[in-house]
């Protein structure tokens, strides 16, 4: 009887396993399909092909472009650690509701004691 | 508005450290128990409002409510305002921890002076509290300019310059906060006038 009623969950877990495998592994075939396709593959290529090694021109111009290209992710990347830094220079919602409790807290701690001293529960 | 770190000379920085636990003491010693929870929702705004920032021309200010503070607490404003002073430059980093007696005097005398000044004037009517409220929150920036430009004078800066351009940018911040001021009294004394008492 209570194998009959768990088989369902075992099935269920071995679905959910499996799932999780194919989610860990995706990201990773993705990041690495990621890393094969950027500057330098098309250098590659060029260089088995016999015909295209000859030709230094085209490989400079091809440098050229990539130059371009990475200048200007650079800058797009140099741009974003500015507003990122000026996002961290600001006292974020956390600082500000904790400050928030630390003055309440500290209040609310001295109006304990001296409500305790008023109605005399601490003597026993 | 903040005095930072190393801007004063040694002596002012420790003549102000005394007078704040001097007017602390004071403050806590007149503050009543029951205005306990009064005192930490003010300190509370307080704290929060130097992160309103209103853009004025090409910079921004922010709004410090100095004179809102008094205005609500009267004797108990000092306590209040060295609270939020310490916590700003704890978390936010505004003004600097060996000047939070500088800046505690800056902004906290103002804060009692014009409690003071409230009670001479607030009256018993609705129109002579609105009108002491605003009157009361525009002075409480303007004083503390004033505290500002006398310490800065110590270190060597020239006092009417730094007061000149201190001014100049908080007028307008001023003008907000005495509308602050008068906004909050004129509710306060609508629903709940014993706590302008």
């Known amino acids: 009887m209570n194998t009959v009623s768990i088989l369902p969950l075992y099935r269920l877990f071995l679905i959910v396993l499996a799932a999780c495998l194919v989610l860990n592994f995706y990201p990773a075939a993705l990041s690495a399909e990621e890393i094969s396709s950027p500057v330098g593959s098309d250098i590659q290529t060029m260089s088995q092909d016999q015909n295209v090694t000859d030709n230094c021109a085209e490989a400079v111009a091809l440098l050229k472009a990539q130059n371009i290209k990475i200048s200007q992710e650079l800058r797009k990347i140099k741009r974003e650690i500015a507003a990122l830094k000026e996002a961290l220079s600001k006292p974020g919602p956390d600082k500000i509701f904790g400050g928030i409790g630390y003055i309440m807290g500290f209040l609310g701690i001295i109006f304990y004691f001296l409500a305790r001293k008023q109605s005399g529960t601490h003597k026993e | ?197």
Request: proline fraction near 5%.
């Open chain 2, 1 to 197: 508005m903040h005095i930072s770190d190393g801007v004063l000379p040694v002596s002012i920085t420790i003549g102000t450290f005394a007078a704040t636990i001097a007017l602390t003491a004071v403050g806590v010693r007149k503050t009543k128990d029951e205005s306990l929870p009064k005192v930490a929702v003010v300190t509370s705004a307080f704290f929060v409002a130097s992160l309103i920032h209103l853009p004025l021309g090409p910079t921004s200010v922010h709004l410090s409510l100095p004179g809102l503070v008094g205005v609500l607490l009267g004797p108990s404003a000092y306590i209040s305002i060295v609270l939020g002073l310490a916590l700003q430059s704890l978390l936010f980093q505004f003004g600097g921890i060996t000047a939070l007696g500088a800046n505690s005097i800056m902004m906290g005398i103002p804060a009692l002076m014009v409690g003071w000044l409230f009670k001479q004037l607030k009256g018993t009517t609705l129109k002579s509290h609105a009108i002491a409220g605003a009157l009361c929150g525009f002075l409480g920036t303007i004083l503390s300019v004033g505290f500002l430009a006398a310490l800065l004078y110590t270190g060597g800066e020239d006092f009417l310059g730094v007061g000149k351009i201190a001014f100049v940018a908080s007028l307008p911040v001023s003008i907000i906060e005495a509308i602050i001021a008068n906004f909050t009294v004129i509710f306060l004394f609508k629903v709940k006038p014993e706590l302008l008492k």
